[in-house]
């Protein structure tokens, strides 16, 4: 078959210029190429117009109006939920007893000492 068609010679070709298309990316990194946008110009010009809106409207505020909820604030509950109590979620060990006078049992020696000591059967 290879006499006809080299299929190691196409897909060599191939993958050779995948890697290449790779490699154009990733030598502008940044997007320095003809066909990008200018990304500076357009973040400087934002930050531009954004300077400009501050300063042309310092000391003067906008007026105030009134909104639906000028009024005042409406509880979220009523004052019979109020009188239910809550259900706090309690951890697992919160209503574990432990005393400080209980004497506890320590090891004499240090378990690597044991290990250490103790001969492999």
Do not use: C
């Not at 110009?41 to 109006?65: C, F, H, S």
């Not at 432990?98 to 103790?118: A, C, F, G, H």
């Amino acid at each position: 078959i290879d006499f006809y068609f080299p299929i190691m010679t196409v897909l060599q070709f191939v993958f050779y210029m995948g890697w290449m298309k790779v490699i154009e990316d990733v030598i502008n990194p940044f997007g320095e190429d003809d066909d990008d946008f200018e990304t500076n110009a357009l973040i400087d010009r934002n930050i531009t117009m954004g300077m400009m809106m501050v300063d042309q409207g310092y000391d003067r505020p906008p007026e105030v109006r009134r909104d639906p909820f000028w009024e005042g604030t409406h509880p979220l509950y009523s004052e019979e939920t109020s009188r239910i109590p809550n259900h706090i979620q309690h951890g697992s060990v919160s209503q574990v007893n432990t005393e400080r006078d209980t004497p506890r049992q320590t090891q004499s020696e240090p378990m690597i000492y044991r290990l250490i000591l103790t001969p492999l059967k």
